[in-house]
C-alpha cells in the first residue's frame, strides 16, 4: 500500500479521498457549464449590441450622402385668415347640449353676494 505523508491509508480513508474527489469534479463540470452558458449569453447581447452600431452607422451614412432625403416630408404651415378663425370660433359650442349658461346678469349678482 502506498504511503502519504508517512502514513498508510486504510480502506474508509481511500473511499472517503474518492469520495471527496468525485464530488470536487462533478461541482467543477456543474460551474463549467454555468460558465459556458453565462459567456453564451454574453456573446448574444454582445452580437445584438453590435448589429444595432452597425444599423446606426449606415443610417447615419445614408442620411449624411442624402439617400434618403426622398423619404422627407416638407411641413407647410397652415396660417389662417381672421375670418376663418371666427368661421372656426363660432363653431364651437359655448355650452353643454340640455344645460342652460347662466346669464350675465345673474354672474354678476352671484359675484355681488
Known sequence: MPEYFGMTPGDAQLERIASATE???AASAR????????AKRSAF???VAGIAAAVGVLLNTALSL???DGLKREVKPVVLSNTQVKAIASSIPTSIPGQK???AASTASAARN
Do not use: F, V
Not at 460551474?31 to 453565462?38: F, G, V
Open 101 to 103: 349658461m347662466p346669464s
Open 23 to 25: 464530488e470536487a469534479a
Open 31 to 38: 460551474e463549467s457549464a454555468n460558465a459556458a452558458k453565462a
Open 45 to 47: 447581447w454582445t452580437m
Open 66 to 68: 442624402g439617400w434618403l
